[in-house]
């Protein structure tokens, strides 16, 4: 991560927060406390209000950045419990996106709500069992390649242990079963197929567009099996 991705990475947090800590930004962007130091001089530098309450830590001067939209607070919470759920619904990509979003979202929070936005996210916990966790990543990967209509390559252990790889067109994600599945048009088989995405063992993006003229959508392919 560059310095200006950084700077505006620490601005964001702090817009989000009432009070942040120097050691927990450094924990954050994996840098120093000297430079998060540094950090902060040059947001002042750039004219940004900056304070500092011992032995809380900083904070953004009031009425600063006042942002163009408002959330209420029953809107913050909504979010905050959806983002909490995308621990057990999603693997660790779409989780990630998750968090990383709900902090931008806390930024537009008015200044008095942002305590309790911070009380409500750390007493909402999430349980899965060893057997529930998925531990995959590919969710967020699937997903851009449904978008962009690209190729993707998988290892895939099917319900019999049986190994294969295969070129996939992937066409959506499907949620039953209490499990993932991505449904794609597999040139290995000719044909749309099923894949549970925690067999996925390993996901590789080829950027090559579709072969393939036109697909079923997600919900017709769906139908098709009712």
Known sequence: MNRIDR??????????????????????????????????????????????????????????????????????????????????????????????????????????????????????????SPEEYSGNEHISTIQKAIVNKTIIEIEYTNNQNRFSKRELEPIGLAFYSNQWHLIAWCWKRKEYRDFKIKKISKLTETYKPFKKTSHLTVNEYIQQLK
């Open 7 to 128: 700077l505006f990475g620490i601005l964001t947090i702090l817009q989000s927060k009432k009070f942040v800590t120097a050691g927990s930004l450094a924990d954050k962007f994996k840098i120093s406390v000297r430079t998060v130091y540094r950090d902060i001089r040059a947001l002042e530098e750039l004219g940004i209000p900056v304070g500092f309450e011992q032995p809380k830590g900083y904070f953004i001067v009031q009425g600063y950045f006042l942002p163009p939209l408002s959330l209420t607070m029953d809107e913050a919470n909504a979010l905050i419990l959806m983002a909490s759920l995308s621990e057990k619904f999603a693997d660790k990509s779409v989780n990630k996106y998750c968090q990383d979003a709900l902090t931008k979202l806390k930024t537009i929070l008015k200044y008095g709500d942002k305590e309790k936005a911070e009380l409500i996210s750390s007493n909402i916990s999430i349980w899965q």
